[in-house]
């Protein structure tokens, strides 16, 4: 595909770390990188101005959540995401899967193994696709591979993601093989549909160039990870996606499936790491030769008060590393910026008794000076990394933040 390419700049010696580039139509990725969630085509409480002066290359887009509302032909009409949303920079969208599968989670019949006469579930599976309930009306939808693509299509990100089963944890591993078994065929009918694009949208005035990612499962069983491995990675998919490892497993359990899966991908294409992006991952992930990875914690831990900081303040910082509480009381007439040294536009113009002021008066500016300050936080820590790998000092760098 002329308008995507992958190139890598830089291999690290001492590790399988690596510096690239992913062109895409609408600009280039810069990799490693991470790539924030905006689920209904929004960045949570921040504006893309904002996200451009933070520095974010590219975001991810929730296919389920778009496609029940304003629904696919909407964005279609109005000339895809990027005019929608008024975003000039590339956008990936995932495949709706992972939300449509989450809803058939079913303890009674042991996971996502829903009986076809069951009223009560909102989710079922067969060969062909799944049936599912609306979170939103209970109204009742269907979607197949061949629909996820057309969706996404219509949608038009640069990047999209072939419809998968994604595994629920913990699942045995007879479910997660027949699970994986069906993602391989799905990801057939993906490719088979993608390549029958042109003619099958009639209704856009220019055909709009998306590079298709293939999706690895097999939960945390080596062997199907392997093997999943193997088959998507010998597909002609323009990346691969590693799925199926942010939904309850280990942080362990996690770096075991990146250590079987990763060393099987073809080099040549970008890796897509879904639902991962802690700071401790993100140096784990890195290491292994992931290029790209999502997650909604910068955001999500900004509306709950919690801030990312480097800075040594220990007496202050709640248990987990690298987030200090804001809305704690010892805040309150506390000037001193979230993070000594962070140029943020939060840190450069505002204390820790404002942002605490403002979240104990449950103001909305409070979501928004918090995000953006962790996202910020998190582009910074990407940068310094990206510089590291050439010059040498990935590991050393991990052993500073990590220590």
């Known amino acids: 595909m002329a308008d995507f390419q992958f190139k890598i700049h830089f291999l690290d010696k001492k590790t399988k770390a690596r510096v690239g580039e992913i062109k895409t139509a609408h600009g280039v990725i810069k990799t490693p990188a991470f790539i924030p969630v905006g689920t209904k085509a929004s960045v949570k409480s921040l504006t893309n101005a904002q996200l451009a002066e933070i520095g974010v290359q590219c975001f991810f887009v929730n296919t389920y959540h778009l496609y029940l509302q304003p629904g696919e032909e909407v964005v279609n009409k109005l000339g895809g995401l990027q005019q929608f949303i008024d975003w000039e920079k590339p956008l990936m969208t995932d495949s709706g899967g992972f939300q449509v599968f989450s809803q058939a989670r079913n303890n009674k019949f042991g996971g996502y193994g829903v009986r076809v006469g069951e009223e009560e579930t909102l989710c079922r599976i067969d060969e062909e696709g799944v049936t599912f309930k609306s979170f939103k009306d209970g109204s009742v939808h269907r979607f197949t591979p061949e629909k996820s693509m057309e969706i996404q299509q219509k949608l038009g990100a640069d990047i999209i993601l072939a419809f998968d089963e994604c595994t629920y944890y913990p699942a045995t591993e007879e479910y997660a093989k027949r699970a994986m078994e069906r993602t391989h065929r799905w990801a057939l009918r993906c490719l ?37 491995a193997k088959f998507t990675g010998n597909l002609p998919f323009e990346g691969l996606a590693i799925g199926g490892v942010s939904v309850g497993e280990s942080k362990k359990e996690m770096i075991n499936v990146l250590d079987w899966v990763i060393p099987l991908l073809p080099k040549e294409k970008p890796r897509h790491l879904l639902g991962v992006g802690e700071i401790d991952d993100i140096f784990a992930l890195v290491e292994r030769g992931v290029d790209t990875f999502d997650c909604v914690m910068p955001t999500r831990l900004g509306r709950m008060g919690q801030v990312l900081k480097m800075s040594n303040d220990k007496c202050q910082m709640t248990n987990v590393k690298w987030t200090m509480d804001i809305t704690k009381a010892i805040y309150k007439d506390d000037r001193r910026p979230v993070d000594k040294g962070c140029q943020c536009y939060t840190c450069r113009n505002f204390s820790r008794a404002y942002l605490n002021h403002l979240f104990r008066s449950q103001e909305l500016l409070a979501y928004t000076l918090a995000s953006y300050h962790n996202l910020w936080f998190l582009e910074r820590l990407l940068e310094e990394i990206r510089e590291s790998i050439p010059a040498g000092k990935f590991l050393e760098l991990k052993q500073r933040w990590l220590k």
């Open 192 to 228: 088979t549909r993608m390549s029958n694009v042109k003619c099958q949208m009639s209704n856009l005035k220019k055909q709009r160039p998306q590079a298709l990612y293939g999706v690895v499962q097999g939960s945390v069983f080596k062997g199907l990870r392997k093997e999943s």
